[in-house]
């Protein structure tokens, strides 16, 4: 028995965009590109660290537990 070639999955034609969507998207689109632009703009480079905390945050707890007891 020969079994039948399966029929061809139907192509999908892409539809086309109305005008509205296609103004909104480019918007967008042009929003989010300002977006990633002004986030280069401020990001910190890496070599730059945030500063230490202040000697009273650094003691050891061990200073700590003495001046309770």
């Given at each position: ?18 005008p509205e ?7 967008l689109?042009?929003?989010?590109m300002?977006?990633?632009e002004n ?15 202040p ?15």
């Open positions: 028995m020969k079994a039948e070639p399966a029929a061809a999955a139907p192509v999908q034609v892409q539809r086309p965009i109305l969507f296609r103004t909104e998207r480019a918007r689109r042009a929003e989010a300002e977006w990633r986030l280069e703009e401020h990001q910190v480079p890496a070599h730059i660290v945030a500063p230490s905390p000697a009273e945050e650094q003691r050891p707890a061990e200073e700590d537990d003495q001046e309770e007891g």
